[in-house]
Each structure stands twice: as C-alpha cells, then as structure tokens.
T-cell receptor, first 112, second 111 residues
Framework: EPEVTQTPSHQVTQMGQEVILRCVPI?????FYWYRQILGQKVEFLVS????????KSEIFDDQFSVERPDGSNFTLKIRSTKLEDSAMYFC??????????FGQGTRLTVV | GENVEQHPSTLSVQEGDSAVIKCTYS??????FPWYKQELGKRPQLIID?????GEKKDQRIAVTLNKTAKHFSLHITETQPEDSAVYFC??????????FGTGTRLTVIP
C-alpha cells in the first residue's frame, strides 16, 4: 500500500538554526499538507499546497515557515530560525482529492 | 475559524463492549468529517470518514453518525478489542483544504 514517507524521523537542532523537513507524498496525490503535533496535544494544521502554490495556511505558519515542491516527488517544510516552541512532531500528509488525507510517520523536531 | 470539541478525553471499556466518542463543530460550512486513530508514536491513520450529505456510515465494527443541524458527529466502535486501544481524533474540514482536529480521546480496551 502506498505511503507518505518523511525524513528524517528525528531532527535535533540548535535554536536559531534552519531546518528542512522532507516528505515524499503518495505519487498520484495532488494535495499536500503539513501539520504539527506538540507532545500530548492535538494535531494542528499548518499549510496546504496545490498546483505548486499554497492554498491555505494557519496563523501558526508565519514568515519563518516556507514550503516548496522542488521536484516532482518531494515536498519540503523549511523553518528558518527555529525557536524552542517549534519542538513538535511534524506530519506531512497528501490526498488525491481535497479530502481523505493520508499522513506520513512524522518527523520529531527537537530544538535545544 | 472552525472549533472542534471532543469528548471524553479518556475512555476505558471492557473488551467486547462498545465505545462512543463524540465531537461538536462550530462552522456550519464544514462538510467533511474524518476520524483518525493514532497509536503511540505513530502516524494518525484515517479509519473512517463521512460527508455532510450522509447521516451515517458503517465499516465493519466502526460507524460514524453526523447530525448537521446540531453540528455534532460521533464514532461508534462495537465489540472492542485490545488492538483498538489508541488515541482517536475527530476532525472537520470546511472545504478550504485544512483539517481542524479535536483534542483526542485516549481509548483503553481492557482484556
């Protein structure tokens, strides 16, 4: 069964550093998303991406965040200057239609 | 924006009993309601979903009901098994391509 894959599974970074989280969505999917989940809390929407542009973003997704689809398979989330409160599990998701998102296994980001 | 509330936060049931998790939403424009199961340290997995033009949907031991007038929807798991133990999240989507999640229900099925 096709899966969304994310790398790395765990990233530790120093505060103020830039990180790039990578995702390979399911190949025939057209809609891509990033969500985050702070430990023990609910999953929160960050951004959705369709047709090579952002279609929706939350208030969490401020200027320090950016997304990119650099080629036909990868979808990346860049955090420019990490803060302690950015520590969370980041999930990439993709869907064929506007509904029915399938999640990757997540990248645990720890900012120290 | 959409606000999804979920109850209870924890639920313990004996194996074989039924479990019911309830969610309410605030935005009447929401039209898609998926349920996700998340085992410890793993990804949320879509287990069932319902669209606003349907009142009930069933898939083996899992069913979801939707009351659009009251803006609430529920997950029903019958004949629970220990492997059903996980955190369950409800979500609502307004059609703007983003999911608003509830706060989760930790279900424990006691053998």
């Amino acid at each position: 069964e096709p899966e969304v894959t994310q790398t790395p599974s765990h990233q530790v970074t120093q505060m103020g550093q830039e990180v790039i989280l990578r995702c390979v969505p399911i190949s025939n999917h057209l809609y891509f998303y990033w969500y985050r989940q702070i430990l023990g809390q609910k999953v929160e929407f960050l951004v959705s991406f369709y047709n090579n542009e952002i279609s929706e973003k939350s208030e969490i997704f401020d200027d320090q965040f950016s997304v990119e689809r650099p080629d036909g398979s990868n979808f990346t989330l860049k955090i420019r200057s990490t803060k302690l409160e950015d520590s969370a599990m980041y999930f990439c998701a993709s869907s064929e239609l506007t509904v029915g998102a399938f999640f990757g296994q997540g990248t645990r980001l720890t900012v120290v | 924006g959409e606000n999804v509330e979920q109850h209870p936060s924890t639920l313990s049931v004996q194996e074989g009993d039924s479990a019911v998790i309830k969610c309410t939403y605030s935005d009447s424009a929401s039209n898609y309601f998926p349920w996700y199961k998340q085992e410890l340290g793993k990804r949320p997995q879509l287990i069932i979903d319902i669209r606003s033009n349907v009142g009930e949907k069933k898939d083996q031991r899992i069913a979801v009901t939707l009351n659009k007038t009251a803006k609430h929807f529920s997950l029903h798991i019958t004949e629970t098994q220990p492997e059903d133990s996980a955190v369950y999240f409800c979500a609502a989507e307004t059609g703007a391509n983003n999911l608003f999640f509830g706060t989760g229900t930790r279900l424990t099925v006691i053998p």
